[in-house]
């Protein structure tokens, strides 16, 4: 597809679940980042990968929140043991670079967690 | 952290209107650039403005950048009904991410 896609676009699940949100980013873009939005703010920034590895991860709040890119384009956002302060909608971008700057970010729609 | 705070928090004005809308931030950025946000959904981005660039204009969009003062602004003139969103600036400190503030909730009443 043309744009960023994200899936599932909504997850309900229960305290103390593990759960899975896939990013798939623009073909070509090396950079892909993870933010997440809580109701009435703005996105708040988790990890950017550039390329295969995680360039800054300072944003992930704890060690329950890991997030990978084996292969350099999909990405998988993994929290595990769920807790009810992790319901949010997490949304990726994606971005070609712009000489070490951070340039115009293609968003996603998002993934709506909610955890019970 | 936020490092860009958007006032007003809330506008609302009647079609037809300039609709202007501020940043301000805390430290040396790369560069500064505006979304757009629908239903709480996914942004969209409108503008770009580099640290060393002082207005910047895209269609119905003004941007200005004062470094000195730390702040943005941007303009949308002859708003119209559908531009009713939620404007988010953000700030490229360090090359690695985007940093958001709470964003400005406009209406546009038609």
């Known amino acids: 597809g043309a744009g960023v896609s994200q899936t599932p676009s909504n997850k309900v699940t229960e305290k103390g679940k593990y759960v899975e949100l896939r990013c798939d980013p623009i073909?070509?873009?090396?950079?892909l980042y993870w933010y997440r939005q809580s109701l009435g703010q703005g996105p708040e920034f988790l990890i950017y990968?550039?390329?295969?590895?995680?360039?800054?991860d300072s944003g992930l709040p704890n060690d329950r929140f890991f997030a990978v890119r084996p292969e350099g384009s999909v990405s998988t956002l993994k929290i595990q043991r769920t807790e009810r302060g992790d319901s949010a909608v997490y949304l990726c971008?994606?971005?070609?670079?712009?000489?070490?700057?951070?340039?115009?970010?293609?968003f996603g729609e998002g993934s709506r967690l909610t955890v019970l | 952290s936020q490092q860009g705070e958007e006032d007003p928090q809330a506008l609302s004005i009647q079609e037809g209107e300039n609709a202007t809308m501020n940043c301000s931030y805390k430290?040396?950025?790369?560069?500064l650039q505006w979304y757009r946000q629908n239903s709480g959904r996914g942004l969209v981005h409108l503008i770009l403005?580099?640290?060393?660039?002082r207005e910047k204009h895209s269609g119905r969009l003004r941007v200005t950048l004062d470094t000195s003062k730390k702040s943005s602004s941007l303009l949308i003139t002859a708003s119209r009904a559908a531009d009713t969103a939620s404007y988010f600036c953000?700030?490229?400190?360090?090359?690695?991410?985007?940093?958001f503030g709470a964003g400005t909730i406009l209406r546009v009443k038609s």
């Open positions: 971008a994606s971005s070609g670079r712009m000489g070490g700057r951070t340039g115009e970010l293609f």
């Open positions: 073909s070509g873009h090396t950079a």
């Open positions: 990968f550039q390329g295969t590895g995680a360039a800054d």
């Open positions: 430290t040396s950025i790369n560069n």
């Open positions: 403005i580099r640290s060393n660039e």
């Open positions: 953000a700030t490229d400190v360090n090359g690695n991410k985007l940093v």
